[in-house]
C-alpha cells in the first residue's frame, strides 16, 4: 500500500542548524497493517508522519502510494487517503461549529468534494455514529462546548468518516486522561476494523506499542532501528523491548533515560 525508499529528511541543509531527521528510510506498509512507532524524542516520529501526509517535502527518496508517485502530491491531495489525528484535541474539529456542521464537512471530505446538503435523514445517521460517543444527543452543540476526550473522540469519527485509506495517529491519546484515554483508544481500535483501517500509531508506552497491532517499529537517530511482526511482536516484553533498543540504538548511554516510556 505505501512504499517509502530511501527517504531522507534534512532540515536547514548547509545550515549550522543542519538536521538529519530521517535518514534512508525504506518502509513497506501492507494494508490492513496496524503499526506503533516508539522511539526517543527526536528520532523522527512525527517527521515521518510529516513526510507521509505531506506537510514537508522529503530532500531524497520516492513514496509510493497505492502505486502512484506521491512524492510530490501537495498535502490536502494526500488528505483525500490520509488521515492524521494529533496529540491536540482542538486540532481537525471546528469549535465554533456545530457537531452536525462539522460531521457534514468530514462527509463532503469522504465524498470526495462532492456537495451534500444536511437533511433530518443525515441528522440520524449522524446520531446513530455519535451513539458510542455518548454525543447522540448533541448534534447542534458547538464543539468547541466538547470536553477534550469527546472532541479527541468526535475527530476520530470525523476522520473515519472522511474516508482515508491509512490513519495516521501522532499519540492522540496523550493529552487525555487515563479514563478517555482509553475510551478513544477502544474507539480507534473498533473503527480500525470496521472501516477495514491502516493505521500507523507512534506512542511512547511500551506495553501498549506490544499490544496493540500487528507490527512495531522503533525508530532512533532518523533510521528504523527495528521492525517486528506477527508471532516475533507477540512474543515481545518491555524489558526484551529496552534490551532490544539499548543493543540496536546508535549511541550508547549509560542509563535508559526513560526514552521510551511516558
Ligand atoms: N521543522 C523543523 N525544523 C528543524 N528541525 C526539525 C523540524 N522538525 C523536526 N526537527 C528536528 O528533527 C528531529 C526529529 O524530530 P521529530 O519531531 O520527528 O522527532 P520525534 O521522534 O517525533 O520526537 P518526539 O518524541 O519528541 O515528538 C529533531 O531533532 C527535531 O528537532
Known amino acids: 500500500?505505501?512504499?517509502?525508499?530511501?527517504?531522507?529528511?534534512?532540515?536547514?541543509?548547509?545550515?549550522?542548524?543542519?538536521?538529519?531527521?530521517?535518514?534512508?528510510?525504506?518502509?513497506?506498509?501492507?494494508?490492513?497493517?496496524?503499526?506503533?512507532?516508539?522511539?526517543?524524542?527526536?528520532?523522527?516520529?512525527?517527521?515521518?508522519?510529516?513526510?507521509?501526509?505531506?506537510?514537508?517535502?522529503?530532500?531524497?527518496?520516492?513514496?509510493?502510494?497505492?502505486?502512484?508517485?506521491?512524492t510530490s502530491s501537495p498535502e490536502y491531495r494526500r488528505a483525500m487517503t490520509v488521515g492524521r489525528i494529533f496529540q491536540d484535541p482542538t486540532k481537525g474539529?471546528?469549535?465554533?461549529?456545530s457537531i452536525e456542521d462539522n460531521m457534514i464537512t468530514a462527509m463532503t471530505k469522504g465524498m470526495k468534494g462532492l456537495r451534500i446538503s444536511l437533511n433530518n435523514e443525515k441528522r440520524k445517521m449522524f446520531s446513530e455514529l455519535l451513539k458510542p460517543i455518548g454525543l447522540e444527543n448533541r448534534l447542534k452543540d458547538n464543539v468547541g462546548l466538547l470536553?477534550?476526550?469527546?472532541?479527541?473522540?468526535?475527530?476520530?469519527?470525523?476522520?473515519?468518516?472522511?474516508?482515508?485509506?491509512?490513519?495516521?495517529?501522532?499519540?492522540?491519546?496523550?493529552?487525555?486522561?487515563?479514563?478517555?484515554?482509553?475510551?478513544?483508544?477502544?474507539?480507534?481500535?473498533?473503527?480500525?476494523?470496521?472501516?477495514?483501517?491502516?493505521?500507523?500509531?507512534?506512542?511512547?508506552?511500551?506495553?501498549?506499542?506490544?499490544?496493540?497491532?500487528?507490527?512495531?517499529?522503533?525508530?532512533d537517530e532518523g533510521s528504523i532501528i527495528l521492525d517486528v511482526s506477527g508471532e516475533q511482536k507477540a512474543n515481545l516484553t518491555v524489558d526484551e523491548l529496552v534490551r532490544r533498543f539499548k543493543d540496536l540504538r546508535k549511541k550508547n548511554f549509560d542509563d535508559d533515560e526513560g526514552l521510551l516510556t511516558d
Not at 535518514?23 to 517527521?47: F, M, P
Not at 474539529?93 to 461549529?97: G, K, R
Open 93 to 97: 474539529t471546528a469549535a465554533n461549529m
Open 147 to 219: 470536553s477534550g476526550g469527546q472532541r479527541q473522540a468526535l475527530t476520530l469519527l470525523m476522520t473515519v468518516m472522511s474516508k482515508p485509506k491509512m490513519i495516521l495517529l501522532d499519540e492522540h491519546t496523550a493529552a487525555l486522561d487515563p479514563r478517555n484515554a482509553q475510551i478513544v483508544m477502544d474507539l480507534t481500535e473498533r473503527y480500525i476494523k470496521e472501516y477495514e483501517l491502516t493505521a500507523l500509531t507512534v506512542t511512547h508506552n511500551m506495553q501498549f506499542a506490544i499490544d496493540f497491532g500487528n507490527r512495531l517499529i522503533m525508530m
Open 1 to 70: 500500500m505505501l512504499d517509502l525508499s530511501n527517504i531522507t529528511k534534512v532540515f536547514n541543509p548547509g545550515t549550522v542548524n543542519e538536521k538529519i531527521a530521517l535518514e534512508n528510510i525504506n518502509l513497506h506498509v501492507n494494508r490492513g497493517d496496524v503499526i506503533c512507532i516508539i522511539g526517543s524524542n527526536g528520532s523522527g516520529k512525527s517527521t515521518l508522519f510529516n513526510i507521509i501526509s505531506g506537510t514537508y517535502p522529503v530532500t531524497n527518496g520516492k513514496i509510493i502510494f497505492d502505486e502512484v508517485d506521491i
